[in-house]
């Protein structure tokens, strides 16, 4: 157990549905990182938050938006959504001054039909 | 721009035997490197990582990994493969500059036969 947890695990939805993948970060850390993990990409980063502020983008597509709250959890909002945007959904979490070392979590299974 | 190249997508050895996942890396500055290991239905977790320090870097489950900045490689072994290390394998590379953004590889599969 990374100390990260993610919710749901598992979400169906269908195309055009926007739904919001919740994640909570180890106690003490700061940073909290978005990937998205499907068949054709392999894992790709998403989006980093440190401490509330967004630090460094990635492939994220615009119908996709996070944010970081003062309690530190984070959100990630996927909207209109396609079924290529089927995929495993991963959030980690770093300590303050080790950003290169992750914890990841179990991460929220996403099926659009 | 990083990249990350794991030759192999699918690996195979008998339970006893040598394990080698190879990774190669593409980085413009002195990377940090990692190994992670994904077992089925389950996240990530670290097996290793090489930040630096020394170029023979010893991880969690008898894995280690060696970082050869010449050959620009940093392949994974474990002397002995268990059934239990039938996993997926990821090598990653991230800048020390970039913010802790992690670039994967595209797995490499371990299959552990009896």
Redesign the interface.
Known sequence: D?G?TQTPKHLITATGQRVTLRCSPRSGDL?V?W?QQSLDQ????LI?Y?NGEE??K?NILERFSAQQFPDLHSELNLSSLELGDSALY?C?S?APGT?????????TRLLVL | AQSVTQLGSHVSVSEGALVLLRCNYSSSVPPYLFWYVQYPNQGLQLLLKYTSAATLVKGINGFEAEFKKSETSFHLTKPSAHMRDAAEYFCAVSEYNQGGKLIFGQGTELSVKP
């Open positions: 990374s990260v940073s990182y990937y392999g894992l790709q980063f980093q440190y630090r460094a990635g991963f980690a770093s950003p290169e070392t992750q914890y990841f979590g179990p991460g």
